[in-house]
């Protein structure tokens, strides 16, 4: 199974700050990689899917890179609205797994 | 416009089962379109259960629940299904429906929250 590392756990930053969260996997996936935002109380709601493509409606403050076993996420000119916690998802092999998330407050 | 709409929370006694319903709606089923169920204790990550091929009914399901869970569809009622059996309090969770295929889980349900508590 692959497993997914995810870091940091938590990231506190100021508005209009740039903040990387990266998602290390155990194995070679691709680029068979997303990214999800959730807040408190609702869904995952999807950002970034194949590694880099952004998801309809989603600002395009956010992006995403890598390929292989490393990647990452870049919010860029961070606003109120980021607060919120982001889990990677690999998809390259069963079962799918999830990073363990980071907080961004 | 496509949605996915959850049935409502339950409270379970260990050892019981619990039947989670996700209908769809706007939502064709087709060979080519899978609906995926995933799990979500309180304050972790996610966890991916297992899908359901809504054209033929067949699934996938993780090893990690494959001895406990069962996924079907009744395609009359637009609807799949995702049944958990011998609870324990680490079942404790929210569940979730997501649309399959590119990009994968664009789509959520609200999600339900299935309590074990004796």
């Known amino acids: 199974d692959i497993q997914m590392t995810q870091s940091p756990p938590s990231l506190s930053a100021s508005v209009g700050d740039r903040v990387v969260i990266t998602c290390q996997a155990s194995?070679?996936?691709?680029?068979?990689l997303n990214w999800f935002q959730q807040k408190p109380g609702e869904a995952p709601r999807l950002l970034i899917y194949d590694t880099s493509k952004l998801y309809s409606g989603v600002s395009s403050r956010l992006g995403g890179g890598g390929s292989g076993k490393h990647f990452s996420l870049i919010i860029d000119n961070l606003q109120p609205e980021d607060a919120a916690t982001y889990f990677c998802?690999?998809?390259?092999?069963?079962?799918?797994?999830f990073g363990q998330g980071t907080r961004l407050e | 416009q496509v949605q996915f709409v959850q049935s409502g929370a339950e409270v379970k006694k260990p050892g019981a089962s619990v039947k989670v319903s996700c209908k769809t709606f706007g939502f064709s089923f087709s060979t080519k379109k899978a609906i995926h169920w995933l799990r979500q204790a309180p304050g972790q990550s996610l966890e991916w259960l297992g899908w359901?091929?809504?054209?033929?009914?067949?699934?996938r399901l993780s090893e990690k629940f494959r001895d406990r869970v069962n996924i079907s569809r009744d395609t009359s009622a637009h609807s799949v299904y995702m049944e958990l059996s011998s609870l324990t309090s680490e079942d404790t969770g929210i569940f979730y429906c997501?649309?399959?295929?590119?990009?994968?889980?664009?789509?959520w349900g609200q999600g339900t929250l299935v309590t074990v508590s004796s």
């Open positions: 997501a649309k399959g295929g590119t990009p994968l889980w664009g789509l």
């Open positions: 998802l690999q998809y390259d092999s069963l079962p799918y797994s």
């Open positions: 194995g070679d996936i691709r680029d068979s």
């Open positions: 359901i091929n809504t054209g033929n009914g067949n699934t």
